[in-house]
């Protein structure tokens, strides 16, 4: 497998500085790899911002407008649905890419395994989402930090939803079905802020979310 076969994909939501720093290290190192971004409804300067970006490859790079914020599951559903290549390599805007090799390097992985799934950072999470240590019990996880999914299985699973960890409920059906969630080194490649958006415009699950935590933190 090549990088021809992945489109990678940058989400943005009102955080253009970090989301310029994201598509500017990836493209230093992989700069005929397609590219999409996302603006989830952003009402700052993100939007020029991401338009000069795209300007600068306008062959490789495609940029979607949508009019509210979806959330970045729904948005990550929505390039999945969007594209066409084998491979999608979702990157978060609060990312720096230090060094190339590291897309060859998960296509190589992923083609070791022949359940391949996704690539990425494991962890291991509970039932409502929330880090906890490799025990019985726990449910794998790939951080959707620097993540490459195989769409043709995807598109046979629960969409990635509105959520802390939005990626939940799709790999725990993933892993029910015998696909394979594969671990692999980002921290060796990618520099992770960590929450860069929610930080500054928090995580906007409303009740629900709040309930989530609420819920989790009494142990229920």
Not at 17 to 31: G, H, K, M, N, V
């Amino acid at each position: 497998m090549t990088t021809s076969q992945v489109t990678a994909v940058v989400i943005n939501f009102r955080t253009p500085d970090l989301t310029r720093r994201a598509i500017e290290s990836f493209r230093s190192f992989y700069p005929a790899v397609p590219l999409v971004m996302i603006d989830n409804g952003s009402d700052d300067e993100s939007r020029r911002i991401l338009a000069q970006l795209r300007d600068l490859a306008p062959g490789t790079t495609r940029l979607i407008l949508n009019e509210s914020n979806r959330h970045h599951g729904p948005a990550m559903d929505q390039a999945l649905r969007s594209v066409d290549s084998p491979w999608v390599l979702f990157i978060d805007s609060d990312c720096e890419v230090l060094q190339g090799g590291f897309v060859e390097a998960m296509l190589a992985r992923a083609g070791s395994e022949p359940e391949s799934y996704v690539v990425g950072k494991k962890i291991y999470m509970n039932d409502r989402g929330f880090d906890i240590s490799e025990r019985p019990g726990a449910h794998p996880y790939i951080r959707p930090i620097c993540m490459l999914v195989r769409r043709e299985v995807y598109l046979r699973l629960p969409p990635f939803e509105r959520h802390g960890a939005p990626c939940l409920a799709n790999m725990r059906v993933a892993r029910a079905s015998g696909c394979a969630l594969i671990d692999f080194p980002v921290d060796e490649y990618i520099r992770h802020e960590g929450r860069g958006t929610a930080s500054r415009h928090g995580y906007r699950l409303g009740w629900r979310g709040r309930l989530n935590h609420l819920m989790n933190k009494i142990g229920l």
